[in-house]
C-alpha cells in the first residue's frame, strides 16, 4: 500500500455516520422508497411493546424483511459517534432492537430476523449476538439485555460441548463446517464451512467472561481461541475472524496466551480459499489503483491476474468493520501499529467511492435517487467493481441483478460506517489522523485515553492535538516512554518519518508500577509491551 494514498480526499466519516442516522431514521421523511425505517406493533417475541421495520436496500422489494445485522450495526456506529438511540426521533430504537432476541420460539438467542431459523450459515447465528453484546456494551441498563447477555452465552455454550469441546477433556470444538442448528444440536455439513466461527465465538466467550469472571466463559474461549489459532490455512469466510483476532491479541496481552497472533492478522488481509467465485482467487484487502486512484484497504473478492471483465470486486461493509475492529488491536501488541496506521489511512480515504457524489455519473449505476434524496452521499452503494464497460471503477451492487431491491444503494454495506465515523479525526497535518483504540475494544478493562498515529510522509512532522481542561501525563506506547508531563489544552508534538506512535494521556503523577511487560499508571495498564 503507499504510504500516502492520492488523490487524498479524506471525508468527515462521523458527520457522515451521523447523517446517515438522520436520513435513515427519520420516519416523516418523503419520496421515492421512503421512509427507510417505519415503526410497527406486529411483534413476535414482546407483545405489548413496538418495534421497527427497515429497508436493507433503498427499494427493497420485501419491506418487511428487516434484519437485525442491518440495523444493529447502525445503530451501534451512530452510538460511537455520540447519537443516544435511546432517545432519537422520539424513539427508543436500542429497546425496540430487543424484538430480535428470539424467546417466542424458544431459540433464546439473538438472530437476524424476529423469527429465526438457525442451521444455514454461522454468519446468521454468530453475529447478531456479537452485535447484541456490543449493544450491552454500550446500553447496558436497556430492558432484558444483562440476564440476555448471559443467556447468550450459555446458548453458545452449549453449542461448544455439541462441536466436541470439553475443557476437562481437552478436547476443543470443531468449527469446519457452515452453520449450528439449535434445534438438532447439529452442524450443517456440506457446502462452504465457515471455520472462523471459532474465532467469533472465542471473542464472545471472553466478554461474557470479562463481565461476569466466571470460569466456564473463560475455559470455552480458551478452547475455542486455541482452534481458531490452531488452523494453517487461511478460514476466513466474512467479518467473524476479525473478531477472533482482536481476541487472540487481547487474550495473550492480558492473560500470557500464546496466540499466533502475526499468523491470524495476516489472515484478515491475505486472499483466503474459501469464497472463490469463477474469476476470482477468494476474498482479501485490495492493493493497487483503479482508473488513476488509490484504492488500497478496500476489501473484496479479488480477481485472477489478467482478468479484465470485472476485476476485483469491493464491499463496504467489509471494510467498515475490519477499520473498527482491528483498530484497538495496537494497544495490546503495538508491533503492527505502523501497519495497522497505514491500512487505516488507506482505507479509510479509498472508501470514499462507493459513494455518488465522489464518482462520475457514468461510474455508477443509481445516481438519481441519491442525487436527488441523498445529496450528501450517506448511503453508500454495496460494491464497487474495478472494471465495467471499460470504465473503472464502477459503483454498483447484487441487489438489482437479483431482484432484491431497486438499487444498489445499501443500507445494509453503510450501516457500519459510525465503526471508522466513531474512531477517526483528522489533525492539523494532512493524512495525519488519530484513531480512537478505545471505542470499539467493547468491555475493555479500565485504561485511559489511548490514540493511534501514523506518519505517511518522508520527513518527521509537528501534530496538534487537544488534550483538554485536565493535566495529564502523555506516554507513547512505542518508544515505551513519557514524551510530556502536566500538559493541557494544545499540544505539539513531533511525528518521525514513516512511523506510529500510541499516545496514552495517563493522570499527572500518576503511580507507575510494573508487571511483566506491563507498564501501570494507579493500577491501569497504559503499556501491554514495554520491554
Known amino acids: 500500500m503507499p504510504n500516502k494514498p492520492e488523490p ?31 415503526i410497527t406493533s406486529d411483534v413476535t417475541n414482546f407483545p405489548g411493546r413496538k418495534s421497527y421495520l427497515q429497508y436493507t436496500f433503498v427499494g427493497s422489494t420485501d419491506t418487511l424483511k428487516t434484519e437485525s445485522i442491518n440495523t444493529f450495526m447502525s445503530i451501534v ?5 455520540g447519537v443516544d438511540k435511546t432517545n432519537s426521533f422520539g424513539q427508543n430504537w436500542v429497546l425496540m432492537s430487543e424484538e430480535f432476541f428470539n424467546c417466542k420460539n424458544g431459540l433464546n438467542l439473538y438472530g437476524n430476523r424476529t423469527s429465526a431459523v438457525t442451521g444455514y450459515d454461522w454468519w446468521y447465528e454468530l453475529i447478531p449476538n456479537i452485535l447484541f453484546y456490543q449493544l450491552y456494551a454500550l446500553y447496558p441498563e436497556v430492558g432484558n439485555f444483562k440476564e440476555e447477555f448471559t443467556i447468550v452465552a450459555d ?64 475455559d470455552a474461549a480458551k478452547l475455542c481461541m486455541e482452534r481458531f489459532s490452531s488452523f494453517t490455512s ?18 495473550n496481552a492480558e492473560l500470557g496466551t500464546n496466540y499466533d497472533l502475526h499468523k491470524i492478522l495476516n489472515w484478515c488481509f491475505d486472499v483466503g480459499p474459501l469464497r472463490r467465485w469463477q474469476h476470482t482467487l477468494g476474498w482479501g484487502t485490495v492493493v493497487g489503483n483503479w482508473g488513476g486512484m488509490d484504492v488500497s484497504g478496500m476489501m473484496a473478492a479479488i480477481s485472477k491476474e489478467g482478468e479484465t471483465t470485472w476485476g476485483d470486486f469491493a464491499f463496504i461493509m ?21 501497519a495497522i496506521g497505514k491500512f487505516l489511512l488507506n482505507s479509510a480515504n ?25 445529496p450528501n452521499s450517506y448511503i453508500a452503494y454495496e460494491a464497487v467493481r474495478q472494471y465495467k464497460d471499460g470504465k473503472s471503477p464502477f459503483a454498483t451492487g447484487d441487489a438489482v441483478p437479483y431482484g432484491w431491491a431497486e438499487t444498489n444503494l445499501s443500507l445494509y454495506s453503510s450501516a457500519s460506517v459510525g465503526y471508522l465515523g466513531g474512531i477517526m479525526e483528522k489533525t492539523n ?27 505517511p510522509y518522508a520527513v518527521s512532522k509537528k501534530v496538534e492535538i487537544c488534550l483538554g481542561s485536565i493535566s495529564c501525563d502523555v506516554y507513547d506506547a512505542i518508544s515505551n516512554k513519557f514524551i510530556a508531563k502536566s500538559v493541557k489544552g494544545k499540544f505539539k508534538f513531533s511525528m ?23 507498564t501501570l499508571v494507579n493500577g491501569v495498564v497504559i503499556d501491554y509491551n514495554n520491554k
Open 429 to 455: 497535518v494532512e493524512a495525519i489522523l488519530k484513531f480512537d483504540l478505545l471505542k470499539t475494544d467493547f468491555f475493555h478493562e479500565k485504561g485511559y485515553p489511548s490514540y493511534l498515529f501514523y506518519n
Open 350 to 374: 479509498a472508501n470514499r467511492l462507493f459513494y455518488s457524489k465522489y464518482l462520475p455519473i457514468e461510474n455508477q449505476d443509481c445516481a438519481e435517487w441519491s442525487r436527488k434524496y441523498d
Open 318 to 338: 467489509n471494510a467498515f468493520q475490519q477499520m473498527g475492529i482491528l483498530a484497538p488491536l495496537v494497544r495490546y501488541d503495538d508491533r503492527y501499529a505502523r
Open 155 to 218: 446458548r453458545w455454550l452449549e453449542c461448544v460441548k455439541a462441536l466436541g469441546g470439553d475443557a476437562e477433556k481437552g478436547t476443543l470444538p470443531d468449527t469446519n463446517f457452515r452453520a449450528f442448528n439449535f434445534d438438532t444440536m447439529k452442524p450443517l455439513l456440506g457446502s462452504v464451512p465457515e471455520p472462523e466461527a471459532a474465532g467469533a465465538m472465542g471473542w464472545l466467550f471472553y466478554m461474557a467472561y470479562s463481565q461476569t469472571r466466571e470460569q466456564k466463559y473463560l
Open 496 to 518: 518521525p518519518a514513516d512511523e506510529a506512535m500510541i499516545l496514552v494521556l495517563a493522570p499527572t503523577e500518576g503511580k507507575i508500577t510494573y508487571e511483566g511487560k506491563k
Open 234 to 251: 487461511n478460514p476466513s469466510y466474512e467479518l467473524q475472524y476479525l473478531y477472533g483476532t482482536i481476541n487472540a491479541a487481547r487474550m
Open 8 to 38: 487524498y480526499i479524506m471525508r468527515d466519516w462521523k458527520q457522515v455516520a451521523i447523517g446517515y442516522d438522520s436520513l435513515v431514521y427519520d420516519v416523516t421523511k418523503k419520496g421515492e422508497y421512503l421512509p427507510l425505517t417505519r
Open 77 to 81: 456506529g451512530a452510538t460511537l459517534c
